[in-house]
């Protein structure tokens, strides 16, 4: 989602209001409330500005499906009935938030651990999971439950909320290939459960993403199995994840999309453009890892996306790829730099490479 509107920043005819509703009308057992929020205590990247308004889920806020649905539509309709745009997040694993922030309300879906409930059915087990759950903790349930089919989540970083958005994929296997349905608050703020219909998905892509809702939860199919072989498939997840240097620098994970057209990964193609290292400001192409961007410390957020713009331009005016961002750019972003003009010899003046 992206917001072209500003209402709340130095906008004390608007702020006000919206304070009074929210100190007055919020749910507040349910949500609490900060103003200027750095973002970059939010994302994995760990840059970002500041957000308006957050509000995140108290601390030891129970499960209660029905009482979070209630509390999240009411603050959502409020929103909506006053022109403030709202951007929701899970842990903010694929995210890139602009250095002048979020305006409006940034909502927090994440709930402490423990918020996942299994279903058992005849035909075998189903999952109902809490969006704001971390993925990895979600794997975690199933495994204890000796439930089968989430393996694949260990170590994922983020909220099942974000896996099912983004139809995050790891180890040849989508959240889609499990997914039985989703339970969302719709373009009316109204509970629906959706059921999984495969024509909707793809390759990192799901029918959420050309819409203005929210995930509460989701339900997947699982299989009963054997829990000591599903721990050791996750364990072995987990330090694959660790030896490939994923949690070695803050970032979020795969900067480009793997085309299966294009015959390689995009790591490949980076690597083979020679952009390994590649650095602007406090941003790098991983050196260990085409298709990473990591922050070496002090990166902003403007120096991540002039890095991975500047990919992107490489890749199309050196091998004729199109290269597609999987990462996400949200807030408060200007138009994007002018090295994306640049051509040729030139284009390098902002790039230094190893
Ligand atoms: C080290 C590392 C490794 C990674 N490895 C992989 C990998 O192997 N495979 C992979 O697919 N990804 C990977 N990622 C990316 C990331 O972990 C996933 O995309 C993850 O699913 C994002 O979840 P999130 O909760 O952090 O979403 P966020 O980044 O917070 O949000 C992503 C999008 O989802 C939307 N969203 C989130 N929650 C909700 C909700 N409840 N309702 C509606 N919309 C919502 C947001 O609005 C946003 O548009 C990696 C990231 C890192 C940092």
Redesign the pocket.
């Known amino acids: 989602?992206y917001y072209q509107l500003n209402p709340l920043k130095n906008d004390k005819k608007q702020m006000s209001p919206a304070k009074t509703w929210l100190s007055n009308r919020l749910y507040k057992d349910v949500f609490s409330v900060t103003y200027h929020e750095p973002m970059s205590e939010h994302t994995?990247f760990r840059t970002g500005g500041p957000a308006d308004v957050y509000v995140k889920l108290k601390p030891g806020s129970p499960y209660d499906r029905d009482k979070l649905a209630a509390a999240f539509a009411d603050l959502l309709r409020y929103a909506r009935d006053s022109g403030i745009p709202v951007?929701?997040?899970?842990?903010?694993?694929?995210?890139v938030v602009a250095d002048s922030g979020i305006r409006g309300i940034t909502l927090d879906?994440r709930i402490d651990d423990g918020a996942a409930h299994p279903i058992l059915a005849d035909y075998g087990a189903v999952l109902n999971v809490y969006?704001?759950i971390r993925?990895d903790a979600a794997a975690d349930f199933a495994m204890e439950n000796s439930l089968s089919g989430l393996e694949f989540l260990a170590g994922?970083?983020?909220?099942i909320?974000?896996?099912v958005?983004?139809n995050?994929?790891?180890w040849g296997k989508s959240v889609s290939d499990v997914l039985c349905g989703v339970d969302i608050l719709d373009e009316d703020f109204k509970l629906n459960f959706e059921p999984f219909s495969a024509g909707e998905w793809a390759y990192?892509s799901g029918p959420?993403q050309d819409r203005k809702?929210?995930?509460l939860a989701a339900s997947f199919n699982l299989k009963p199995d054997d829990r000591g072989a599903i721990q050791r498939q996750m364990a072995g997840y987990r330090l694959e994840?660790e030896q490939k240097g994923?949690?070695r620098y803050p970032?979020?994970?795969?900067v480009f999309k793997n085309n299966p057209d294009l015959g390689k990964s995009a790591g490949k193609i980076i690597e083979e453009l020679g952009l390994r290292g590649a650095r602007i400001g406090g941003a790098q192409v991983a050196d260990w890892h085409g298709n990473f961007i990591i922050n070496t410390g002090g990166a902003t957020s403007s120096d991540i996306r002039a890095l991975a713009l500047a990919v992107q331009s490489r890749a199309r005016l050196s091998m004729g790829i199109e290269l597609e961002h999987e990462i996400?750019f949200i807030g408060d972003w200007p138009p994007p730099p002018p090295v994306l003009n640049l051509t040729g010899r030139n284009f390098n003046w902002n790039l230094s490479e190893k």
Request: some cysteine; overall charge positive; proline content about 2%.
């Open positions: 989602m994995t951007q929701i997040i899970g842990g903010g694993a694929n995210i879906t969006a704001g993925s994922l970083p983020g909220t909320g974000g896996a958005w983004m995050a994929r790891c990192k959420y809702i929210l995930i994840r994923h949690f970032s979020a994970g795969s996400l």
